[in-house]
């Protein structure tokens, strides 16, 4: 494990992470070379809290969520499925917790809105890094390290979270993480572009292969069909639970790829090579611009 330099002082000494799947996995270890950070964890699995009890660096572990919101903590930071990272956050109202909290969830609106009803001093983060596999097991510090690292203050928490979202920032910064600030509103508006479309996309494509071609389809496939479709091999409920809770702009962009799509059947069902070949060109310009950064 390589080592880092510890900064004259840390922006959170006890942290507590809720969800030891993929991203909080990676998280736990990102963070365990920090000698001067405890690390105290809370997963209701029980595979996976058998394999968090015998980590040595957590400080404690549980799979009850009343003790864990009961921990003093500097931190705690909510990596649950979305709506289980909720209710945890109403949780934490009723218990009237005093440490601030974050979450690393990818619709950011609903538990934004559930932490401000909570009364909670909250900042809602999301590192943008994944796989199509998912658990404790998968995770790895290199997954976070690095990645770009979304912060969503919200102005209706008032000066904690000016606080907190700068402390949260040092905290990431830690990590190598590339920190940018964006509304929750305008977050959730541009992942279920970027994020939450690609995931319907991808199971749209391996679904109509399968209705059209069956299982036995699979035997023919190449690279192309396998990078295509490898988000369609991800746990559906995490991402049911992303759809539900960011409806609205993935349903108008579902609405956006059909217009898209009917527009590929129009220049290929007409034979019209020019303007399918322009619109292609496009396109392959557009993907492309990512190879340069």
């Not at 058998?50 to 003790?67: G, I, S």
């Not at 290929?268 to 070949?277: G, M, P, Y």
Request: net charge positive; charged share 25%.
């Amino acid at each position: 494990m390589p080592k880092f330099k510890l900064p004259p002082r840390l922006p959170f000494r006890r942290l507590g992470v809720a969800g030891l799947g993929l991203i909080g996995g990676s998280l736990t270890k990102a963070f365990m070379p920090f000698g001067g950070l405890e690390i105290s964890v809370f997963d209701s699995d029980p595979e996976t809290l058998r394999e968090a009890q015998r980590v040595k660096r957590f400080a404690r572990v549980t799979a009850d969520p009343d003790e864990f919101v009961s921990w003093p903590l500097d931190l705690a930071y909510l990596c649950l499925p979305v709506r289980r990272n909720i209710e945890l956050v109403q949780r934490m109202g009723q218990r009237k917790v005093p440490y601030p909290v974050t979450d690393s969830g990818s619709a950011k609106g609903p538990i934004t809105e559930a932490a401000l009803a909570a009364g909670l001093n909250f900042c809602g983060g999301h590192p943008i890094a994944g796989k199509e596999v998912a658990g404790y097991k998968h995770s790895s510090a290199d997954l976070i390290r690095g990645c770009l690292f979304l912060l969503t203050p919200d102005p209706r928490f008032g000066e904690k979270q000016k606080e907190l979202s700068f402390r949260l920032r040092n905290f990431h910064e830690l990590l190598g993480c590339r920190i940018r600030l964006i509304s929750p509103s305008e977050h959730d508006r541009i992942y279920g572009l970027i994020s939450h479309l690609p995931y319907i996309a991808a199971s749209a494509l391996a679904g109509t292969a399968l209705e059209m071609g069956g299982e036995d389809i699979l035997s023919w496939v190449g690279t192309g069909f396998k990078d295509s479709t490898r988000l369609g091999a991800s746990p559906p409920l995490k991402w049911v639970e992303v759809a539900m809770e960011n409806s609205v702009n993935l349903s108008r962009c579902i609405g956006d790829l059909i217009r898209t799509l009917s527009r590929f059947q129009d220049l290929v069902s007409s034979r019209n090579e020019k303007d399918l070949t322009s619109f292609l060109e496009e396109i392959s310009a557009f993907r492309r611009l990512l190879a340069k950064e």
